[in-house]
T-cell receptor, first 116, second 115 residues
Framework: AQSVSQHNHHVILSEAASLELGCNYS??????LFWYVQYPGQHLQLLLK??????LVKGIKGFEAEFIKSKFSFNLRKPSVQWSDTAEYFC??????????????FGKGTKLSVKP | ETGVTQTPRHLVMGMTNKKSLKCEQH?????MYWYKQSAKKPLELMFV???????ENNSVPSRFSPECPNSSHLFLHLHTLQPEDSALYLC??????????????FGPGTRLTVL
């Protein structure tokens, strides 16, 4: 069965620190990759997505992610976090095969707390 | 404004009650989804509708009954729930089912508590 692993359950950083959140998936074929963010009390919002092409994807609010096919990874990065980045971050994968083309497999999420 | 709205935002119900969750999308999308979000667990896909036809039911107990009367509205009818069904229920929509090109847009969720 497909799965998505997010290695860190809770990350605590100070403002201006650099961020990298890990995401690994278990599927050897073509994938579409997503990072969603859920700010406290708000709905899930798309941060960035990878469909094809340049494996380095830039998203909103200064976030980026790199798709490394050989490592089955899609790690999220930001060079300098702000207090407003405090949220929960979810990695999701669409394996895009057969009748499940619309199915997203989510990781458990990583909670990020940024200290001012 | 996400374009996907859900009501109610909070619901407390007893195990013998019957209630319904409502989702409405204002994006002109053709696919809609119900997810369950429990603490410390990945989002679980429950149901998928495409052009008002249910195309996927992920082994969800029959006490959850979805309904999609048109492409803009999705309901989740609840009856004789268990306390372990307490969770955040999220609705999402996408242009169509093919996520090779599209993303899913999520509503704010309904926080359900079953007593």
């Amino acid at each position: 069965a497909q799965s998505v692993s997010q290695h860190n359950h809770h990350v605590i950083l100070s403002e201006a620190a650099s961020l990298e959140l890990g995401c690994n998936y278990s599927y050897g074929g073509t994938v579409n990759l997503f990072w969603y963010v859920q700010y406290p009390g708000q709905h899930l919002q798309l941060l960035l997505k990878y469909f094809s092409g340049d494996p380095l994807v830039k998203g909103i609010k200064g976030f980026e992610a790199e798709f490394i096919k050989s490592k089955f990874s899609f790690n999220l990065r930001k060079p300098s976090v702000q207090w407003s980045d405090t949220a929960e971050y979810f990695c999701a994968v669409n394996a895009g095969y057969g009748g499940s083309q619309g199915n997203l497999i989510f990781g458990k999420g990583t909670k990020l707390s940024v200290k001012p | 404004e996400t374009g996907v709205t859900q009501t109610p935002r909070h619901l407390v119900m007893g195990m013998t009650n019957k209630k319904s969750l409502k989702c409405e999308q204002h994006l002109g999308h053709n696919a809609m989804y119900w997810y369950k979000q429990s603490a410390k667990k990945p989002l679980e896909l429950m149901f998928v509708y495409s052009l008002e036809e249910r195309v996927e039911n992920n082994s969800v107990p029959s006490r959850f009954s979805p309904e999609c009367p048109n492409s803009s509205h999705l309901f989740l009818h609840l009856h004789t729930l268990q306390p372990e069904d307490s969770a955040l229920y999220l609705c999402a929509s996408s242009q169509n089912r093919d996520l090779s090109y599209n993303e899913q847009f999520f509503g704010p969720g309904t926080r359900l508590t079953v007593l």
